[in-house]
């Protein structure tokens, strides 16, 4: 996508922030940074189950079992909240890097992950 694009969809995610559009502008700005097929965006609570905030994927078996699985869970396993408990840097990480820490509770993690999918 044109950079121009991308700015004025920036600025309209910018705008809806607190506003119901919100989740659809962010999710179609990010998709303008990254050729992604899916986006999942959860808030880590201390000591606390996730909460998802916004889902959006192609295919709808991508996110069928977040609570069944994720949810009730699998989530203690993922590096994500692993770094929440951290208190590492808050800056946005991407799945590549994380996949390539080689842990064993990361290698579970992406087993189960790939086994949902």
């Not at 121009?4 to 809806?16: D, V």
């Amino acid at each position: 996508m044109h950079v121009k694009n991308s700015e004025i969809l920036l600025a309209k995610t910018i705008k809806s922030l607190k506003k119901n559009t919100f989740p659809e502008s962010l999710i179609r700005w990010l998709r303008t940074l990254a050729n992604h097929d899916n986006t999942t965006i959860l808030a880590y609570f201390r000591d606390e189950t996730p909460q998802i905030l916004v889902t959006d994927s192609e295919t709808e078996a991508v996110h069928q079992n977040m609570t069944q699985v994720y949810l009730s869970g699998a989530y203690l396993l993922d590096p994500f909240y692993e770094l929440h408990n951290s208190n590492a840097d808050t800056n946005l990480i991407g799945c590549q890097i994380l996949h390539r820490i080689n842990s064993v509770e990361t290698n579970i993690f992406w087993n189960i992950i790939n086994e949902l999918q």
